[in-house]
């Protein structure tokens, strides 16, 4: 059993930064690969970004690379987002998932765990 809070969710203007940190407690941390979501209102929610168990491999969704940055600290039982160059699209819950399996998961389905989420909203 894995449980994941997020936080740094805030109000943040357009051109802005953010990051995100989410804080695992549990067993074994550095046996999940870990992600970031994001769900706005209305709309599913979508893969962002992943990073391999020890952090050696990332994979990001093309509308966010170059601006967001995945990372994780092992010995702190952490992952992170930074976020870049804001936008009002950027808009929605941003949700960490971590996942036991190898295959690199862009679905929500290919999760095992999640957070509660931690809204961040970006104005024009």
């Known amino acids: 059993q894995v449980q994941l809070v997020e936080s740094g969710g805030r109000l943040v203007q357009a051109g802005g930064s953010l990051r995100l940190s989410c804080t695992a407690s549990g067993d074994f941390f550095n046996t999940y690969a870990m992600a970031w979501f994001r769900q706005a209102p209305g709309k599913e929610r979508i893969f962002l970004a992943r990073?391999?168990?020890?952090?050696?491999?990332?994979t990001y969704v093309d509308s966010v690379k170059g601006r967001f940055t995945i990372s994780r600290d092992n010995a702190k039982d952490t992952i992170y987002l930074q976020m870049n160059s804001l936008q009002p699209d950027d808009t929605a819950v941003y949700y960490c998932?971590?996942?036991?399996?190898?295959?690199?998961?862009?679905?929500?389905?290919?999760?095992?765990?999640w957070g509660q989420g931690t809204q961040v909203t970006v104005s024009s």
């Open positions: 998932a971590a996942s036991a399996s190898r295959v690199v998961a862009r679905t929500a389905a290919q999760y095992d765990y």
């Open positions: 990073i391999s168990r020890l952090g050696s491999t990332t």
